[in-house]
């Protein structure tokens, strides 16, 4: 771990660094010799529609380091907030939906930008979050070159996978690609950012929108880029982020009756059994995603993007 | 306008609009006293010796009786899938499997009339149709599938698709060897190897395919067909040496289906129910627009999942529309599935006719304005005279609800944004219709409906190359064209 020191650099590293004395002990950075300031420290909340609230059910947790230091307390989301985000969602979606493809490739530019900007910030989280700081350096990278890599497919999915039908009757027949509608994503659990932009990015370029749940044991990533995307051009409800317990909210990430597909990244058995069995109440599409690398490139394809779209064929008569 | 409607008032259609009676002969239709079950490329009885009966809809007589297959019989067919998929179907060059898909396309092409007889008397539908759409419709299947064996790694760009194994497919009674075609042509094409189970009430003629397909000598157990009720097909959706379930039914089974693969590792594609939104403004061709309300739920008895259930007509051409549509109704006959002159046949079962009599029965006690045509009906057998209901709201049970008959919500609107948001307020998302000399407003509201499959101053059309599937709780996946071949594969 990086040591701990105050210098005049004011970089993004060693700032967040010292959120931990909150949870810790004041006295640890008495022996510092500038005149004492007191740090102005971050409340990690959740985003719905664009907004920061706080969990509504007040409930938080305390999450630490690997030596067992606090590093923030975390809102603990409930039911009501994911019904919260998904009416956000919902309301989001249909001019989400309408959006051109040109403009929705520029909002995704406009995200990476942002991550760019903030990058320092995302190492320093995931160093603190446990990662090694080359890794964490990769990682952060990666996640912004990942939203780069969806930003260009915008508009070029549909021609990939959409089709003019050659039916035998006099009529024109297309077939096109159009969003599931509302997704939820249960995000990966071992990586903070790159797994939940790997899921979020291909959800919402395919013009759906989403609920995301950040990683239990990682979350700070996910609170960091909801401040990214709250200030990228990204309509309010597209992206929403829960903090908080798989073990709390699995069920209902895979069982609303308003949600059209439900993205479960992880290995648990009993967990994708809870998401498949929920997800039949409506015919939810539920995609399990089984992976541990989401640094390779076959971490991302356009065939991501196809999980959470349906294909729509229409027909009109060729006559006069 | 008075001097037509008295016209009107004098033509009894019961008793003016008459037609010599012009039957189909069944008499080249082979059907056998008793069918087995179709594994590894023989017929064999069933493990436990038990068969049931079909019957004619529409003189309630015995066709034939068919084996009733058991978990062992499944088990035993999943065996011989497995077997033929290892040893022959995935070693097989893919053009020659292709060439095994075009033989069945050209011999069933062949022996069309034969199954559209058959079609209609175990099933009910109308000769013209199953003589006009599913065996046409069937062939025309295969032989677009057929190509495709050797070409797939072109349909998946940047993927090398490779088969799943063997496939389980459960299939409804309105289409019965439709269905198998759709089923079967994409899953054989993409390398995999099939157990099948037909309807119940209309096993013939995918017995008839069984017979065909041995005859086209496609390697034993690459497709084995067994009949059977419910129970048949719980035990092919839960076998667990199956790698694929392909259902087409009720949504309350497909949700059933769904939840009953969750912990299995079997990937699986729904096609499921339909309450479809048939949109007419007052910019359409209304006389085309009423064909295509006929044509969208009348089409096959309503036994159709994409059928277009729900009419919405804007307010200004209600009194037209539903002048011109009852009209229309009048001049629809209802009898005989072999006649030539026949329009609707007979429903497909009683227990179905009986569903629909109970929505027959809650629409008008719910509020709705119930109109039915004076057409005769023979006295045997299952038959059902095509009924509108005016005058619905959004709330009543044959709005929300599927009925799978020749029964027609009707409703009104008055703006383009009503339309759609009426449309799209069901759990459903198979198909929807739009009727507008207008081409923006096509787009328009072609777009913003929540649906699969639109036809746009058309319906109830269907083509091997389109792909065919709902939204929402009409189901998962895709079916027919490019988009069909991919349940069937694994993307490498």
Same mark, same amino acid.
């Given at each position: 771990?990086?040591?701990?020191?105050?210098? *005049?650099?004011?970089? *993004?590293?060693?700032?967040?660094?010292?959120?931990?004395?909150?949870?810790?002990?004041? +006295?640890?950075?008495?022996?510092?010799?500038?005149? $004492?300031? !007191?740090?102005?420290? =971050?409340?990690?909340?959740?985003?719905?529609?664009? =907004?920061?609230?706080?969990?509504?059910?007040?409930?938080?947790?305390?999450?630490?380091?690997?030596?067992?230091?606090?590093?923030?307390? %975390?809102?603990?989301?409930?039911?009501?907030?994911?019904?919260?985000?998904? %009416?956000?969602?919902?309301? +989001? $979606?249909? =001019?989400?939906?309408? +959006?051109?493809?040109?403009?929705?490739?520029?909002?995704?530019?406009?995200?990476?930008?942002?991550?760019?900007?903030?990058? $320092?910030?995302?190492?320093?989280?995931?160093?603190?979050?446990?990662?090694?700081?080359? $890794?964490?350096?990769?990682?952060?990278?990666?996640?912004?070159?990942?939203?780069?890599?969806?930003?260009?497919?915008?508009?070029?999915?549909?021609? %990939?996978?959409?089709?003019?039908?050659?039916?035998?009757?006099?009529?024109?027949?297309?077939?096109?690609?159009?969003?599931?509608?509302?997704?939820?994503?249960?995000?990966?659990?071992?990586?903070?950012?790159?797994? !939940?932009?790997?899921?979020?990015?291909?959800?919402? %370029? *395919?013009?759906?929108?989403?609920?995301?749940? +950040?990683?239990?044991?990682?979350?700070?990533?996910?609170?960091? !880029?909801?401040?990214?995307?709250?200030?990228?051009?990204?309509?309010?409800?597209?992206?929403?982020?829960?903090?908080?317990?798989?073990?709390?909210?699995?069920?209902?990430?895979?069982?609303?009756?308003?949600?059209?597909?439900?993205?479960?990244?992880?290995?648990?058995?009993?967990?994708?059994?809870?998401?498949?069995?929920?997800?039949?109440?409506?015919?939810?599409?539920?995609?399990?995603?089984?992976? =541990?690398?989401?640094?390779?490139?076959?971490?991302?394809?356009?065939?991501?993007? !196809?999980?959470?779209?349906?294909?729509?064929?229409?027909?009109?008569?060729?006559?006069? | 306008?008075?001097?037509?409607?008295?016209?009107?008032?004098?033509?009894?259609?019961?008793?003016?609009?008459?037609?010599?009676?012009?039957?189909?002969?069944?008499?080249?239709?082979?059907?056998?006293?008793?069918?087995?079950?179709?594994?590894?490329?023989?017929?064999?009885?069933?493990?436990?010796?038990?068969?049931?009966?079909?019957?004619?809809?529409?003189?309630?007589?015995?066709?034939?009786?068919?084996?009733?297959?058991?978990?062992?019989?499944?088990?035993?067919?999943?065996?011989?899938?497995?077997?033929?998929?290892?040893?022959?179907?995935?070693?097989?060059?893919?053009?020659?499997?292709?060439?095994?898909?075009?033989?069945?396309?050209?011999?069933?092409?062949?022996?069309?009339?034969?199954?559209?007889?058959?079609?209609?008397?175990?099933?009910?539908?109308?000769?013209?149709?199953?003589?006009?759409? /599913?065996?046409?419709?069937?062939?025309?299947?295969?032989?677009?599938? #057929?190509?495709?064996?050797?070409?797939?790694?072109? @349909?998946?760009?940047?993927?090398?698709?490779?088969?799943?194994?063997?496939?389980?497919?459960?299939?409804?009674?309105?289409?019965?060897?439709?269905?198998?075609?759709?089923?079967?042509?994409?899953?054989?094409?993409?390398?995999?190897?099939?157990?099948?189970?037909?309807?119940?009430?209309?096993?013939?003629?995918?017995?008839?395919?069984?017979?065909?397909?041995?005859?086209?000598?496609?390697?034993?157990?690459?497709?084995?067909?067994?009949?059977?009720?419910?129970?048949?097909?719980?035990?092919?959706?839960?076998?667990?040496?199956? /790698?694929?379930?392909?259902?087409?039914?009720?949504?309350?089974? &497909?949700?059933?289906?769904?939840?009953?693969?969750?912990?299995?590792?079997?990937?699986?594609?729904?096609?499921?129910?339909?309450?479809?939104?048939?949109?007419?403004?007052?910019?359409?061709?209304? /006389?085309?627009?009423?064909?295509?309300?006929?044509?969208?739920?009348?089409?096959?008895? &309503?036994?159709?999942?994409?059928?277009?259930?729900?009419?919405?007509?804007?307010?200004?051409?209600? /009194?037209?529309?539903?002048?011109?549509?009852?009209?229309?109704?009048?001049?629809?006959?209802? &009898?005989?599935?072999?006649?030539?002159?026949?329009?609707?046949? #007979?429903?497909?079962?009683?227990?179905?006719?009986?569903?629909?009599?109970?929505?027959?029965?809650?629409?008008?006690?719910?509020? #709705?304005?119930?109109?039915?045509?004076?057409?005769?009906?023979?006295?045997?057998?299952?038959?059902?005279?095509?009924?509108?209901?005016?005058?619905?709201?959004?709330?009543?049970?044959?709005?929300?609800?599927?009925?799978?008959?020749?029964?027609?919500?009707?409703?009104?609107?008055?703006?383009?944004?009503?339309?759609?948001?009426?449309?799209?307020?069901?759990?459903?998302?198979?198909? &929807?219709?739009?009727?507008?000399?207008?081409?923006?407003?096509?787009?328009?509201?072609?777009?913003?409906?929540?649906?699969?499959?639109?036809? @746009?101053?058309?319906?109830?059309?269907?083509?091997?190359?389109?792909?065919?599937?709902?939204?929402?709780?009409?189901?998962?996946?895709?079916?027919?064209?490019?988009?069909?071949?991919?349940?069937?594969?694994?993307?490498?």
């Amino acid at each position: 771990m990086a040591q701990r020191k105050r210098n *005049g650099k004011g970089n *993004g590293h060693t700032q967040t660094m010292e959120r931990r004395t909150r949870m810790t002990s004041q +006295a640890e950075s008495e022996h510092v010799d500038q005149p $004492q300031r !007191l740090r102005v420290l =971050k409340t990690y909340k959740i985003y719905i529609g664009g =907004k920061f609230p706080r969990t509504e059910s007040g409930r938080y947790y305390l999450l630490k380091n690997s030596s067992g230091e606090g590093l923030a307390n %975390v809102c603990l989301s409930s039911r009501k907030d994911f019904r919260e985000a998904v %009416v956000a969602a919902r309301s +989001a $979606q249909s =001019k989400w939906a309408g +959006a051109s493809a040109y403009n929705r490739g520029q909002v995704l530019y406009r995200i990476a930008e942002m991550l760019e900007g903030r990058s $320092q910030q995302f190492v320093s989280e995931l160093i603190e979050q446990g990662a090694d700081p080359s $890794q964490a350096q990769n990682e952060v990278t990666l996640s912004i070159d990942r939203v780069l890599y969806y930003a260009g497919w915008s508009d070029k999915y549909q021609q %990939v996978f959409s089709s003019v039908n050659p039916v035998a009757s006099s009529h024109f027949n297309f077939s096109i690609l159009e969003p599931t509608g509302v997704v939820s994503i249960i995000a990966p659990e071992d990586t903070g950012l790159l797994g !939940l932009i790997s899921t979020i990015a291909p959800t919402i %370029v *395919g013009r759906n929108t989403c609920i995301a749940l +950040a990683s239990e044991s990682k979350p700070l990533s996910a609170v960091t !880029l909801a401040e990214v995307l709250a200030t990228s051009d990204l309509p309010g409800g597209v992206v929403n982020l829960l903090t908080g317990t798989r073990k709390e909210l699995v069920e209902h990430f895979a069982n609303h009756m308003d949600v059209n597909a439900c993205v479960y990244c992880g290995n648990d058995a009993k967990e994708i059994e809870t998401v498949r069995t929920k997800a039949s109440l409506n015919v939810k599409r539920a995609i399990v995603i089984d992976r =541990k690398n989401w640094t390779d490139t076959s971490a991302q394809s356009p065939y991501f993007i !196809l999980d959470t779209q349906e294909v729509k064929t229409t027909w009109h008569p060729v006559g006069i | 306008m008075t001097v037509k409607a008295e016209a009107r008032a004098r033509l009894n259609f019961s008793t003016d609009w008459t037609y010599a009676p012009a039957p189909e002969s069944a008499s080249h239709a082979q059907i056998k006293p008793r069918y087995d079950l179709f594994i590894n490329g023989k017929f064999v009885a069933p493990a436990k010796g038990e068969y049931f009966d079909t019957i004619n809809p529409s003189n309630e007589k015995k066709l034939a009786e068919v084996g009733q297959g058991t978990g062992e019989d499944v088990d035993k067919a999943v065996r011989a899938a497995r077997s033929a998929y290892d040893k022959v179907w995935s070693k097989m060059p893919a053009k020659e499997r292709g060439k095994y898909i075009y033989r069945i396309a050209r011999m069933l092409q062949e022996r069309a009339r034969e199954f559209a007889v058959i079609e209609s008397m175990d099933g009910g539908k109308a000769i013209r149709e199953s003589r006009d759409v /599913d065996v046409p419709l069937a062939a025309a299947h295969f032989f677009y599938y #057929a190509g495709w064996a050797d070409k797939l790694e072109y @349909a998946f760009p940047g993927k090398q698709p490779t088969a799943l194994g063997v496939a389980g497919q459960i299939i409804p009674w309105n289409f019965p060897l439709l269905m198998a075609a759709w089923k079967l042509a994409p899953a054989l094409a993409t390398g995999n190897t099939v157990v099948l189970k037909p309807a119940e009430t209309t096993p013939l003629t995918a017995l008839k395919l069984a017979e065909l397909i041995q005859e086209a000598e496609l390697p034993p157990g690459v497709v084995n067909i067994l009949t059977g009720a419910g129970e048949t097909g719980a035990a092919i959706v839960n076998h667990p040496d199956i /790698d694929k379930i392909a259902f087409t039914g009720s949504t309350e089974v &497909g949700k059933i289906i769904q939840k009953s693969l969750a912990s299995s590792r079997k990937k699986f594609t729904l096609e499921l129910g339909g309450k479809a939104a048939n949109i007419i403004f007052d910019d359409a061709p209304i /006389d085309q627009a009423v064909e295509g309300i006929i044509n969208g739920i009348f089409f096959n008895q &309503g036994h159709v999942c994409c059928a277009g259930s729900r009419l919405f007509v804007q307010e200004s051409c209600y /009194d037209e529309v539903v002048r011109k549509l009852k009209d229309r109704m009048e001049t629809l006959i209802v &009898g005989d599935p072999l006649d030539k002159n026949t329009d609707i046949g #007979a429903i497909n079962s009683k227990m179905q006719l009986e569903k629909i009599h109970e929505y027959l029965k809650i629409g008008a006690d719910d509020g #709705a304005e119930q109109w039915c045509t004076s057409c005769n009906v023979p006295e045997k057998g299952y038959f059902c005279r095509p009924t509108l209901f005016l005058n619905c709201s959004q709330s009543h049970r044959i709005v929300q609800e599927e009925i799978f008959g020749p029964v027609l919500a009707v409703q009104t609107f008055r703006t383009v944004e009503e339309a759609i948001e009426k449309a799209n307020n069901t759990p459903y998302g198979l198909s &929807g219709g739009v009727w507008t000399d207008k081409g923006s407003k096509i787009f328009k509201v072609t777009s913003k409906l929540r649906a699969g499959v639109i036809w @746009a101053n058309t319906y109830n059309k269907f083509d091997p190359t389109s792909p065919f599937g709902g939204y929402k709780e009409s189901g998962v996946g895709r079916e027919g064209g490019l988009h069909g071949l991919l349940p069937y594969l694994n993307l490498n």
